[in-house]
């Protein structure tokens, strides 16, 4: 069945009916307003990881004698120039790369990198300074300035990461539309949201629980009712990250009118032996990526997608005693995308003759700018709101 | 001053300085002036006994280990680590000494430690234990010269030639002026030189490796001279800030975390005056006329372990599956000795999001009633409420095997004294119940008290204490 057909036949024919009346008017979109809905996909790859064997300066002989059992040869790699090379399993990515569709971005960091993971992942969801302890994230302060519903920020996992926290709004945190309508659907909690409307409700924290509750009923039905209309035949491979893309592709070709979507990698703390594991998550991530663009251009939203992905620091450039790598700080950056301004390798390569006290890729780009970049350029708001300094303006996008 | 307070006003009294009181305990509460309960609950959580656990293979050193070992010991490790967190939760369910406990909560959030090594972790718990309601200056120093502490914040990384940073900074920012209070960059540089060499040797005792110290002048605050880091610790207690800070912390702690900055200003000049007394500060605040105003009653968000433990405790839960209480811990964003960073939690309303919020409120079902709440629509025909029924056994043993809790609904039913409406909310929920409570609960059928009660705890106003 067509989409547009199915949405004449189950919402407008039958399903409004059973949305609460607290969800005013239509607050999905129909299809001429579907395209040209911008949003944005973060991901992180959690546990920080190695730059240089993701993106590798494949002809640099530091790199080569800096990690004598863990550089990865030519023959292990996909050539993007005579100095740099994909890991050999990122050929999704790689394919991308060929049709303009990724750009590179390297040394991203920030001044004085803390290189404990809790604290460089504040960092990155905060977007604060290193002696910064911010309590809300930059997706959340987006929330609070220019959106109306806590929907509009989506992350697909558990539990809500700092950076989707506002001070007004905080996203919704969703790994399954079915398990948080269900969770919502208990007879007690339904009475009581009846009960309940925004205007009796206070400032204080007794209000807050109400209001947490309430959006949590008018989103979880939201997202319920409106991803019911399209659920993707293009086939992810079969591990949780690769569900969670898929959700978010269900979401997005849905018109769930949201603009951020979050989510997230983990396992990438590679200290002992980390060809092969890296290698395993690289390939994971390459491969779920991979589908999620494809089933994207399948129903034309690619054009509309950004989707960066990010590591809270870069490891060593210097293998460690157990093949693997200690943390670092600066790394490169994936932005992918059918709309991109500058496809390519965005700037210079990592001076591995140049690195810090510690030995590690010292930056040259703010990643706030990076952040900032998309805030303006791509959903066209004020970024000095949600960033709080001016930062410059990159030209990716 | 010597007056008596209300059941709510006791209520109020054992949720901020523990996790509630049962019904038994209030009814001996009651008997006695608000002086006498607070003189009780001080001589109850007199002495301090610290948390014991047997390391087993983790006492040996691990230069002596082969890499076999090793592997064995990181696991060991994080095993002990969870074993040391079911230690503690245990001791928060069963112990007398709320007071004591509840301060060691206070400080095990103020000097944030996050690490996997098991025996530097138990011994800060023991040291903030151990000070909790005595002299927070020895508290400041013992914690600073703790193998957790020096592990946390790198200073057996910081010598004379190379100085780090992290704890002269933290120390400041965090443990006693507060942030942007009074230093600036170049006193934490200062400060740091000053700690330099501070480490600890194999049996965790606190040495200062003589050719790794910064023998220097420093100027911190002013001051100048041949510093060490203890003279640094005592330069920061005489600040009257740092009695200024700890004062504004606790009061947020424990009585509102709207800050009256002239209330907060005396308390902290009894505090300061006091030399840094813990239980001066404290009786100052549980013995005031405001500490149980109405406004200060059932407006904090209880913290997960809070709530948790203050759950557990009314009801006498039983858990046989430490897992279990790892997980909860672990889904509603508090995990004890694990805190998020440095900063400690953020609390209050951060502990609040959709999915915490969804089961917090089903927290009570879940482990009173595995997992079911048997609310009947009236609307409901008899089809649809029997398969309800039929939904709600399933739900039932599911959970049952999943959360292996406990409680002990005889104890509880037997012990409470009016089973009316008003008495059980009153008695079950710190606020004031709201406008949406109040329709909801003006439905509710109390002949079933274990139902009612469930209901009760299930409501938003339940998260407040």
């Known amino acids: 069945m067509e989409r547009r057909d199915f949405l004449k036949q189950s919402v407008f024919a039958s399903g409004m009916a059973l949305i609460p009346s607290f969800i005013k008017g239509m607050e999905f979109l129909s299809p001429e307003q579907l395209s040209g809905y911008r949003n944005v996909i973060i991901i992180q790859l959690s546990g920080g990881n190695d730059g240089l064997n993701t993106i590798i300066p494949i002809s640099n002989d530091i790199y080569h004698n800096s990690r004598p059992s863990i550089a990865k040869k030519e023959v292990q790699t996909l050539k993007i120039t005579n100095d740099l090379a994909f890991n050999d399993y990122l050929k999704a990515i790689k394919e991308l790369y060929d049709l303009g569709e990724v750009s590179i971005i390297n040394n991203v960091g920030y001044p004085n990198p803390s290189r404990s993971h809790f604290r460089s992942t504040d960092i990155w969801q905060t977007a604060s300074d290193t002696n910064e302890y911010l309590s809300t994230g930059w997706v959340g302060r987006y929330l609070d300035a220019n959106c109306q519903h806590p929907y509009q920020a989506i992350e697909v996992d558990n539990s809500l990461s700092l950076a989707m926290k506002g001070n007004l709004m905080n996203g919704i945190a969703v790994p399954d539309p079915n398990q948080l309508h269900k969770t919502t659907r208990e007879p007690f909690f339904k009475n009581l949201v009846a009960n309940t409307q925004k205007e009796m409700l206070d400032e204080d924290n007794q209000g807050y629980l109400y209001k947490t509750m309430l959006e949590t009923y008018s989103s979880a039905s939201y997202i319920y009712e409106t991803s019911k209309i399209y659920t993707t035949n293009t086939e992810y491979p079969r591990n949780p990250f690769a569900k969670n893309l898929k959700t978010i592709a269900d979401f997005i070709i849905s018109g769930l009118k949201t603009r951020v979507y979050y989510s997230s990698l983990g396992g990438f703390d590679s200290h002992v032996n980390q060809l092969n594991s890296q290698d395993r998550l690289l390939k994971m991530y390459s491969e779920s990526l991979g589908a999620l663009v494809k089933d994207l251009k399948k129903n034309n939203r690619f054009k509309d997608t950004l989707i960066l992905t990010f590591s809270e620091f870069g490891r060593r450039v210097r293998q460690n005693g157990s093949q693997g790598t200690d943390h670092g700080a600066a790394n490169n950056v994936m932005i992918i995308g059918g709309s991109l301004k500058n496809a390519g390798i965005y700037n210079e390569l990592p001076d591995l003759n140049d690195l810090d006290d510690n030995g590690d890729i010292k930056y040259t780009i703010d990643f706030r700018s990076i952040y900032a970049t998309i805030l303006n350029n791509w959903l066209e708001i004020n970024d000095q709101n949600i960033l709080n300094t001016n930062f410059k303006k990159l030209e990716f996008i | ?465």
């Open chain 2, 1 to 465: 001053m010597n007056t008596s307070l209300s059941d709510k006003q006791i209520q109020h009294l054992y949720w901020r300085t523990g996790f509630g009181i049962t019904s038994n305990e209030l009814k001996t509460t009651r008997k006695f002036t608000k002086n006498q309960i607070i003189d009780r609950l001080f001589l109850e959580n007199q002495k301090a006994s610290p948390l014991h656990m047997n390391f087993g293979a983790l006492s040996k050193s691990p230069k002596n280990l082969s890499r076999e070992e090793r592997k064995e010991a990181r696991k060991l490790r994080i095993q002990k680590m969870n074993e040391l967190n079911f230690l503690w939760f245990s001791r928060l369910l069963n112990t007398d000494q709320i007071l004591r406990e509840k301060m060691t909560l206070f400080f095990h959030d103020h000097f944030a430690v996050r690490l996997r090594t098991p025996r530097a972790c138990i011994h800060l718990n023991n040291v903030i234990r151990k000070h909790a309601l005595g002299n927070f200056g020895d508290m400041l120093i013992e914690v600073s010269k703790s193998p957790a502490m020096l592990l946390f914040l790198n200073n057996r990384q910081n010598r004379k030639d190379h100085p780090n940073e992290n704890f002269a900074r933290e120390l400041m920012e965090l443990f006693t002026l507060g942030r942007d209070n009074k230093y600036n960059e170049n006193d934490i540089k200062e400060a740091a030189r000053a700690f330099t060499g501070w480490n600890f040797n194999k049996e965790g005792q606190f040495i200062v490796k003589k050719n790794h110290h910064d023998y220097g002048e420093k100027t911190l605050l002013g001051r100048t001279g041949n510093f060490t880091g203890e003279d640094i610790l005592k330069i920061l207690l005489e600040e009257k800030q740092t009695a200024l800070y700890i004062t504004q912390k606790l009061y947020s702690y424990l009585v509102n975390e709207t800050i009256d900055k002239n209330r907060v200003e005396k308390l902290a000049k009894v505090f300061y005056d006091s030399n840094y007394n813990l239980e001066i500060l404290l009786r100052e605040i549980l013995s005031s006329n405001w500490f149980y105003d109405s406004k200060n009653i059932g407006n904090k968000i209880k913290s997960p372990i809070e709530l948790m433990v203050g759950l557990s405790r009314t009801f006498h839960i039983q858990y046989e599956d430490p897992k279990v209480l790892l997980y909860l811990q672990r889904k509603l964003n508090q995990i004890l000795f694990f805190p998020p960073n440095v900063a400690g939690w953020t609390g209050g309303k951060a502990w609040i999001d959709n999915s915490t919020l969804m089961l917090r409120l089903k927290l009570a079902s879940v482990t009173l009633n595995s997992g079911v709440i048997e609310w009947q629509d009236e609307n409901d025909n008899p089809e649809n409420k029997m398969m309800r029924q039929e939904m709600n056994k399933a739900v039932k043993s599911k959970f049952q095997k999943k959360v292996k809790a406990t409680p002990d609904w005889k104890r509880f039913l037997t012990s409470i004294e009016q089973k009316g409406k008003s008495n059980l909310i009153s008695f079950i929920l710190q606020p004031e119940l709201s406008e949406m409570a109040r329709g909801v609960v003006s439905q509710l059928n109390e002949d079933d008290t274990k139902n009612f009660i469930i209901e009760l705890l299930s409501l938003p106003e339940y998260q407040l204490c």
